[in-house]
């Protein structure tokens, strides 16, 4: 049997689970009040119209929104190059600023790491240590609250374009959101300001599917979702001229970078709404915690799908 026979996220529960020694995986590793992370990005995941120095911004961003969901202010970055010795030293350039501008504009220090020759494409190696600003990792109940942090679908634009040979038309806004994504640093100030009232955080990384399925897998829970929060302007041309599904949606949402919150059932609803829309989100309730270890939209039971790493989408 092999990797791509059962894929990234088997192999990590039935295999590497084994051998680590925490009882649960996570994005992130907290212990006292410090958090770390380490995340790996091929060169090769990229679009033509995306240059090195977005390549660059991009692997920083995606693990800074990792650590900053969990509640950890980032500090100090060690970033390990595979490069193919035929690249060109502009491109590498391009790279490492792009790696140095996103790196200090989410307020680290970026000390160092590795450099490697590799075969071909070549990859980034992010690890990332922070200081703990709250523990999102409580118990979650029945009928806790779902939120996700903004709306989603940009990505989502561009995977069905790409998995159209680029005959879907590209949003502007969907075009910026994959070039050049921006985690938004004050999220940390409201998880310290209602820490008591956040059971758990993540964010969307491999699809939106995966990331609930994970925290029904974590904590032996279930979801039930009322509503999906698409982007209007990417609604209307996907649904509306293309035949996407709300189901593509849930699917194709991979790297939104965007945070999902389970919230306390006894939560201040309306003022952690208003206090995300105030530092720039457009937040919703999507759902809640129910005691069938599953995911359910709108009456419907949801297989888990998404992006693997061996597998591809599935």
């Known amino acids: 049997m092999r990797l791509k026979d059962i894929g990234e996220h088997n192999f990590i529960r039935k295999y590497i689970m084994n051998y680590i020694d925490i009882k649960k995986l996570e994005d992130t590793y907290i212990e006292e009040n410090k958090g770390y992370k380490v995340d790996g990005f091929k060169l090769s995941y990229t679009f033509p119209f995306m240059t090195y120095y977005d390549i660059g911004w991009r692997a920083i961003t995606a693990s800074t929104s990792d650590i900053i969901t969990k ?3 980032p500090n100090i970055y060690l970033v390990s190059l595979g490069l193919n010795g035929d690249l060109e030293l502009e491109k590498v350039n391009e790279l490492l600023k792009g790696i140095s501008d996103a790196i200090h504009y989410y307020g680290g220090k970026y000390v160092g790491g590795d450099l490697n020759d590799s075969d071909y494409y070549g990859w980034v190696d992010v690890f990332i240590e922070g ?6 990792d409580k118990q979650i109940a029945i009928n806790d609250y779902v939120l996700i942090g903004d709306f989603i679908g940009y990505t989502t634009n561009i995977f069905i374009s790409y998995l159209n040979k680029f005959k879907v038309p ?7 959101k994959m070039k050049h994504p921006i985690v938004n640093k004050s999220l940390l100030y409201f998880l310290k300001k209602y820490c ?9 990384s491999d699809g939106l599917v995966i990331s609930l399925y994970n925290i029904i897998n974590n904590f032996n829970v279930g979801i039930y979702i009322s509503y999906i929060p698409i982007d209007i302007n990417v609604a209307k ?4 001229n293309f035949n996407v599904t709300e189901m593509d949606f849930l699917k194709y949402s991979g790297e939104e970078f965007l945070p999902i919150l389970i919230l306390d059932k006894n939560s201040p609803i309306k003022d952690l709404l208003k206090d995300l829309k105030y ?11 129910i005691n069938k ?7 419907t039971e949801i297989k888990i799908t998404g ?3 061996f597998l591809g989408w599935y």
Do not use: E, H
């Open 131 to 136: 200081d703990l600003m709250c523990n999102t």
């Open 170 to 176: 590209i949003l502007k806004k969907s075009l910026i």
């Open 307 to 309: 992006w693997d790493n």
């Open 293 to 299: 270890s599953c995911l359910i939209y709108k009456n």
């Open 237 to 240: 041309l996907l649904i509306n």
């Open 196 to 204: 008591k009232y956040i059971k758990y955080s993540t964010d969307i």
């Open 71 to 73: 509640g950890i202010k």
């Open 279 to 289: 530092l720039g989100y457009n937040p919703s309730i999507i759902g809640k915690i």
